[in-house]
């Protein structure tokens, strides 16, 4: 978003203001966040994913657009300061060990495939938030976006009933009724709505009342109807992290909650299998604390993550390959890890696929980095307010991921909205957000 500290409006009429420049811009974008989070295959279980020996068509046609339309605005439409500020060094760090991890994989080509999908959703998030002008059309864009993801989930349980809800028919019928709209899955729509409820609560703090209420009832309506537990119980959290102390004046304590959050999370999952004594009280006081059999996977992964700490095994190379369904299945492992396609924990995946080293440097681009921004915002209305909204949603993506994975899974729409959050964290720390005038 620009850095202009106001911006005057013009005596143009709405009509015409839709075509200058700013506004191509502002429609660009909209229409850029809506595509990619909907994907060019909804109301499909594999919707998003490449299939076959070639890989989809359809999907390799549509977000190769994506990502040319992206590089075109970029060019032509964003102000240029903000385009070179969109990356940090620890982002292209990262990015260098996403592409080693590509490099080292069991079948390179496929893995560049599947990467291509993640680096042009990466690039057309980055888009999204340098393409609008100021506050207004950013909320702008979350308005439309949000009214066609949100429209069409909603439409899609009377008119696609079969394929916007888990049916008793499906791979997992104990998901029967539960509502997916046109995601893949109910544990996609579930934390997508999360997102859209935060992006609710900051147009209704920014004056747009309407509409943000609108947004944070249909969001949080559906995603209850999602049947995610873990959702559900992260939204108000992650709100009343960031909320509650800024209303008290002491945003320092936004972080300081967040990383201990962080630091209690970590322990209570992946502790529970990797740190001794953490696995000794879980045994005498919860014994049948398994998260749904996860514990089973995480024990798997660290003692084949033991056999290549430094580079993991490759991008795509792990899950689902034949490594893993040559494999033997003990009658007692409580999931059979050999039709797992991920670990159900992102910051292991992350060390499986790519290496310890490349899990540090995630927990500092995706957990320190951001907590550092959001400490770095000017105490600026607009900022502050855009500010809480990526931070709503980095706290919110950042827990769950202890109980999924969708770090770097290509086109994502949970990954997508967790790098659009950290990128905005980012932007809102640099530099004043535009407002608009009305006189």
Known sequence: MSSTGSLRRTEQAPLSAAFTRDGIATAVAALLFTVILVSFRPFQPAGAELTGEG???????????????????????????????????????????????????????????????????????????????????????????????????????????????????????????????????????????????????????????????IVFCAAMNFMLHTGSKTTAGLVPFSILIVMFPSLLGMRLGTPILFGLAMVATAIGTLGIVFLPPVNALAAIYFPDLTYTGRTTLWEFAGEMLAKKPWTGYGYESFWGTPLLLNQDQPFDRAWDIRTIVHGHDGYLDIAVLMGIPALCVAVYTFLIAPMRDYMRIPLRKENVYLGDFFMMVVLFAALNAFLESFFFHRSDPVWLFFVLGVLGLRQASLRPIAIRHTA
């Open 55 to 213: 890989g989809d068509i359809v999907n390799q046609l549509g977000f190769g657009s994506l990502g040319a339309i992206s590089i075109l605005s970029l060019l032509t439409l964003a102000d240029r300061r903000v385009v070179r500020s969109l990356l940090s060094p620890s982002w292209l760090l990262m990015l260098g060990f996403f592409m080693l991890s590509v490099i080292l994989a069991t079948d390179p080509p496929s893995a560049m495939r599947a990467a291509s999908f993640t680096l042009i959703g990466i690039l057309t998030m980055a888009t999204i938030l340098a393409l609008p002008r100021d506050a207004e059309a950013f909320s702008n864009v979350i308005v439309f976006t949000a009214a066609a993801v949100m429209g069409l989930s909603y439409v899609g349980l009377f008119v696609f009933p079969n394929e916007a809800l888990h049916t008793a028919n499906s791979i997992e019928p104990e998901h029967a009724g539960l509502w997916r709209g046109v995601f893949t899955h109910k544990n996609i729509a579930g934390p997508v709505m999360a997102c859209f409820s935060f992006a609710g609560l900051y147009l209704f703090r920014r004056g747009r009342r309407l509409a943000g209420f």
